[in-house]
């Protein structure tokens, strides 16, 4: 099967933030935090929307999150331009500094998922939205192969959409709770090295947890940065892209996966034979079907975002396929650095 042209991974209904495999961290939840809208009865649509929103799926529950006000590629190479052409070596040599503050999801579902068209143009300015940070990883088999998943109707938003592993990192884990405008801890080079630590610890959970893998089975030093994207249609919610490459085998991974379906499943809906009791596994049960990838079947994904029956990726979860493909071929991809607060030019349009 011929490769999809390099310029598909500019196309809509994402937008690369940048390609870069090396991440430091700006962390200030004062400068970088959300900007209320100085219109009350706006700001009330986060309350209302939150309301609704839990209404429809009572297990949804608030977290703080790690908001990303903007990101910069500092070049490996002095002088050198990025752009189409830029080479694999640089983008491997460079470095991006992300702007973190901090946010919550009951912001991020008030000002990015309402009943709108386009977040942003609602908002008016990127500053009002959560940018909630997410993070997303294509996981490759120790036999080459590419897991997508399915996602219930039990989540908050693309039900029935096919995605990679993901999720948010969760300043929680680091003990960081206040949400805009808290204060900013004592030693700030402490707290941006914990929190960039916590990025990768994040995306090696996410796998974890939504592939029902065990831990030793998903070390850190399997994970590389593959680049930044956001979503487009005015949604601008950013998310880290990822590789994991893992020493399982297909097989494991899928027998892995049914199993830790099943149990999650009777868990969730009453006590299982251990005598674990109804409600004790909180989370919502995210994927309904596991399917595969071969190396053709990527490069076909990373051009037209379609998996099983014509159905599309999420468009972030698009994004990082098409960031893998094109790190499959040499790095060449689209180096599109931008900040998140000015957003991104051309492309983004949403699709079903």
Not at 221 to 239: K, N, S
């Amino acid at each position: 099967m011929q490769a999809p042209a390099l310029a598909t991974l500019a196309i809509p209904p994402y937008i690369v933030l940048f390609v870069c495999s090396s991440a430091v961290v700006d962390f200030d939840p004062i400068r970088y935090g959300r900007v209320p809208h100085p219109d009350a009865t706006k700001e009330a649509v986060i309350g209302d929307t939150w309301a609704a929103a839990v209404a429809a799926r009572p297990a949804t529950y608030n977290a703080t999150k790690f908001r990303l006000e903007g990101a910069f590629v500092t070049p490996a190479v002095e002088g050198n331009s990025g752009g189409d052409g830029a080479s694999a070596a640089a983008a491997a040599g460079a470095t991006v500094t992300l702007q973190l503050g901090l946010t919550d999801y009951r912001t991020y579902v008030g000002t990015h998922l309402g009943a709108r068209d386009s977040p942003l143009a609602f908002w008016g300015h990127t500053r009002h939205l959560a940018l909630a940070l997410g993070n997303a990883a294509v996981v490759v088999t120790s036999d080459g192969r590419v897991p997508l998943l399915r996602r219930s109707s039990a989540v908050a938003e693309g039900h029935g959409r096919y995605v990679v592993p993901g999720g948010h990192p969760e300043p929680s884990a680091m003990t960081v709770t206040h949400t805009d405008g808290g204060a900013l801890p004592a030693d700030a080079a402490a707290a941006a090295a914990a929190t960039a630590a916590e990025l990768t610890a994040a995306m090696a959970r996410e796998i974890v947890e939504e592939l029902y893998l065990p831990p030793d089975a998903v070390p850190s030093d399997c994970l590389t940065l593959l680049g930044g994207v956001a979503r487009g249609g005015g949604c601008r919610r950013p998310q880290l892209c990822y590789t994991a490459t893992l020493d399982v085998s297909s097989g494991t991974l899928e027998a892995a996966w049914a199993a830790g379906i099943g149990l999650h499943a009777a868990t969730a809906a009453g006590a299982d034979e251990n005598g674990i009791p109804a409600g004790a596994v909180t989370e919502a049960v995210e994927s309904t079907e596991l399917v595969w990838l071969d190396e053709a079947d990527v490069s076909v994904v990373a051009s037209t975002g379609e998996a099983r029956g014509g159905k599309k990726l999420m468009p972030e979860h698009w994004g990082a396929v098409a960031l893998y493909w094109a790190s499959r071929q040499g790095g060449e991809a689209k180096a599109a650095v931008s900040s998140v607060i000015d957003g991104a030019a051309g492309g983004g349009g949403e699709q079903e």
